[in-house]
């Protein structure tokens, strides 16, 4: 979703500005734009397309001055275009503004602004915030900063802002409501970002903005303040990422080198949380809250895309090692249906990037009803996290491939401690079976290696399926949310209409699509349901349906009867979706890439999606 930076200090704002901006183009975006301003003067471009767009644009033109703002903008009011891109003027130049997120009441007060001479140039919500912010200004006489508090006490939405006023061409006004807004604090200058992406190379001392706080930066320093004018604490954290945590290194897409990585972060997830002699586990954020946990008698969990699929593992999980009745909800679905929490429920919410609006907004509306809420977020200091009762980080270190991958598997076995260890709390998991899963975890990283050897051959069976225009995905168990997330992983990045499906479902419906051009990708591993998924095999390939499998070394059964099959090393069941989901990551890269799509940032969509 659209990205924020915004610098102050004593360098020239431009070039911190510019890199800022291409650090946070993983998020997705349409156009950009900056401000930057130069003893008072403000200089002003924006382009609808990517950042070397607006590098092109500004090439050649007046780039000085050491305070500036800049934005990549993800369409919501108004098409991608070069007058909807931000930055945002008001009318009478008074007020320059960035902006991330939806100001929902826009119509009412744009016919307000109108009524009193206002005219617009663009479609967009941001330009009307930027104008309501000016004529408070004007007609009441105050400064920038109470302008700009009036203001945000008017607009019902999401914001995230960063405001210029030329009148006051020193500072920069920051606020935030719903839409995350970081501040990296450098000796005399100020990173100001959506993320701490663009930060981490200047300084690891940031303050992440809450809801309605207002920050006034100027190189003297920050004062923060609520909407009602009351002074706030600073709160400054520490950043824990490397600089070389958001490069590509020697592969050719963040997504490739993300699904490479998960050896190394799923041991990155369990690291310090399993003892020396694997009898324990340990998972120190939610520690002290084990035993609410423990006694819960409804778990649910709530996410989005990816990290639904995760929780959908989850519900497998606590169910068969916990015994708890486990209820996984999209958050969008949750959040508005007035859903039944009870006090001793537990809610779960799993977000990469812990700014997910709609799970945000589910886990506000859960935790006025009294839950205990939790937290499985990739993102330090993200929303989520911080409004969450107790979690668990994830530990995968920076996604930037839209298409989540390493998360989705640190998610899963965040999940799976999470269930072994409640279920052992309960009673449902003898000494020996903890022991046997614990040694199980630890040798996850191996296996993964072991798989990606296969690299080769798994994309050699993707040039097979370049072509095909739709596909189906079946597991059954602890894989039928696999099938789902490789079904999606499929569709956003290359294009290809893919569906997944509990394998016996099937026969109520999918079955009737089955033809000689349709891929049908089956989770196919050695568990209990083993037989029942050769016979869904069986009812493919009797309608002449191409098999591509995913099953465990050594099968035979599969083998004669598949097109195409994937072996991967033996393990617990429970365990068995973060392997087997690692050929499906690489079909859905090969496949896209040989379709010349662009794979880490695949159109339309936004790795963070900070709006409902
Ligand atoms: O940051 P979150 O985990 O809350 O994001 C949820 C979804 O937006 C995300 O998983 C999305 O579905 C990905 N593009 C999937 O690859």
């Not at 989901?581 to 999606?609: E, F, H, T, W």
Request: charge should be negative; aromatic fraction near 8%; include cysteine.
């Amino acid at each position: 979703m659209c990205g924020i930076v915004g610098y102050i200090g004593t360098r020239t704002a431009y070039p911190i500005l510019i890199k800022g901006l291409q650090r946070l183009e993983y998020r997705g975006y349409d156009s950009a734009g900056i401000a930057l301003m130069d003893n008072g003067n403000a200089s002003l471009y924006k382009c609808k397309g990517k950042v070397r767009d607006l590098e092109n644009l500004v090439s050649g033109q007046n780039i000085a001055g050491t305070i500036g703002i800049g934005h990549t903008r993800w369409a919501t009011h108004g098409l991608p275009n070069d007058v909807n891109a931000h930055p945002h003027k008001s009318m009478n130049g008074k007020f320059i503004l960035v902006h991330n997120g939806i100001i929902e009441n826009y119509a009412s007060i744009k016919k307000m602004l109108t009524k009193n001479g206002y005219k617009f140039q663009s479609e967009t919500d941001t330009e009307v915030l930027v104008n309501l912010i000016e004529n408070i200004y004007l007609e009441e006489k105050v400064s920038a900063e109470t302008a700009v508090q009036t203001a945000l006490r008017m607009v019902v939405g999401a914001y995230g802002i960063v405001v210029i006023c030329l009148d006051e061409p020193d500072k920069l006004i920051a606020s935030r409501k719903s839409s995350p807004l970081v501040i990296g604090c450098g000796e005399g200058e100020y990173f100001l970002a959506s993320d701490a992406t663009p930060i981490t190379e200047y300084t690891d001392r940031v303050l992440y903005l809450n809801d309605e706080e207002i920050a006034v930066v100027s190189t003297n320093g920050i004062s923060l303040k609520n909407l009602n004018n009351e002074a706030k604490e600073l709160v400054i954290s520490r950043l824990n990422l490397s600089i070389e945590s958001f490069d590509k290194g020697n592969f050719p897409h963040y997504m490739l080198k993300e699904i490479h990585e998960q050896s190394t972060t799923i041991a990155d997830s369990f690291r310090g949380r399993i003892n020396n002699d694997m009898t324990q586990i340990m998972l120190g954020g939610i520690n002290e809250v084990i035993p609410r946990i423990a006694k819960a008698k409804r778990i649910v969990i709530v996410a989005c895309g990816t990290s639904y699929h995760a929780g959908l593992v989850g519900e497998y999980l606590f169910e068969t090692f916990a015994r708890q009745q486990v209820e996984v909800e999209y958050a969008s679905e949750f959040r508005y249906r007035d859903p039944i929490i009870e006090e001793d429920d537990v809610v779960i919410a799993i977000s990469q990037s812990g700014e997910t609006a709609d799970t945000l907004a589910a886990i506000r509306m859960a935790k006025e009803k009294g839950a205990l809420i939790l937290g499985i977020c990739n993102v330090v200091g993200s929303s989520i996290a911080r409004e969450t009762h107790a979690g668990v980080y994830t530990h995968a270190g920076p996604e930037i491939g839209v298409a989540s991958t390493k998360a989705f598997t640190a998610q899963v076995i965040i999940l799976t401690m999470m269930a072994y260890l409640i279920g052992k709390r309960r009673g449902f998991i003898s000494d020996e079976t903890y022991h046997s899963l614990i040694e199980q975890v630890l040798e996850i990283p191996d296996k993964i290696k072991e798989i990606l050897k296969d690299e080769d051959h798994i994309k050699e069976i993707s040039q097979k399926y370049v072509e095909a225009t739709n596909a189906i995905y079946l597991g059954r168990g602890f894989l039928y949310p696999v099938a789902l997330e490789g079904a999606l992983k499929l569709k956003e990045i290359s294009y290809i209409h893919a569906e997944g499906y509990p394998a016996a479902e099937m026969k109520h419906g999918p079955i009737a699509l089955i033809d000689d051009k349709m891929p049908v990708f089956v989770l196919g591993t050695k568990d209990k349901y083993y037989e029942k998924i050769v016979s869904n095999i069986q009812e493919v390939k009797a309608r002449k349906g191409k098999v591509i499998a995913v099953v465990t070394q050594g099968d035979t059964t599969i083998k004669h009867l598949a097109d195409d099959v994937i072996e991967i090393p033996e393990i617990d069941e429970s365990l068995s979706p973060i392997l087997s989901v690692i050929p499906l990551q690489l079909i859905s890269y090969y496949i896209a890439v040989m379709r010349g799509c662009n794979v880490d940032q695949p159109r339309n969509l936004a790795k963070s999606v900070t709006v409902e």
